[in-house]
C-alpha cells in the first residue's frame, strides 16, 4: 500500500517559473519509474516528463528545453521545474510511480497550474 501526493500547483504568469512537487508514501521507493502527466480542460491526459529507477529521462516534445524532471530518493520525492511557463501549460499534473516486478503503481490526485497572460 502507499501513495503520492502532488503539490506546488498554483497560478502563474506566462513566462514565470513554477516548480511541482510529489511526495510518496512508498516502500523502496527508489526502484519506481516515475512519471508526471497532465490533462488540460477538454484534453486527454498527455505524458509531460517520466525519470526511471536509474536516473534516465524522458520528456514529450513540447516540453524540451523547458520543463526538468528530477527526482530525490532520500526524500521520496520528484520534481518537475517548468520554466518560460506557457498558457498551453495549463492543466492538472499528475504523478505516478510505477514498479513492474511485482506490477504496482500509484497516482496522485492532481494538481492544478493555471497561467495568466
Known amino acids: 500500500q502507499g501513495y503520492v501526493v502532488e503539490s506546488g500547483g498554483g497560478l502563474v504568469q506566462s513566462g514565470g517559473s513554477l516548480r511541482l512537487s510529489c511526495t510518496a508514501s512508498i516502500n523502496e521507493f527508489y526502484a519506481y519509474d516515475l512519471r508526471w502527466d497532465r490533462q488540460a480542460p477538454g484534453k486527454e491526459r498527455e505524458l509531460v516528463a517520466g525519470i526511471k529507477s536509474d536516473y534516465k529521462r524522458y520528456w514529450a516534445d513540447s516540453v524540451v528545453g523547458r520543463f526538468t524532471i528530477a527526482r530525490d530518493n532520500t526524500k521520496n520525492t520528484v520534481y518537475l521545474q517548468i520554466d518560460n511557463v506557457k498558457a498551453d501549460d495549463a492543466a492538472a499534473y499528475y504523478c505516478?510511480?510505477?514498479?513492474?516486478?511485482?506490477?504496482?503503481?500509484?497516482w496522485g490526485r492532481g494538481v492544478w497550474v493555471t497561467v495568466s497572460t
Open positions: 505516478s510511480a510505477h514498479l513492474y516486478t511485482p506490477p504496482r503503481e500509484f
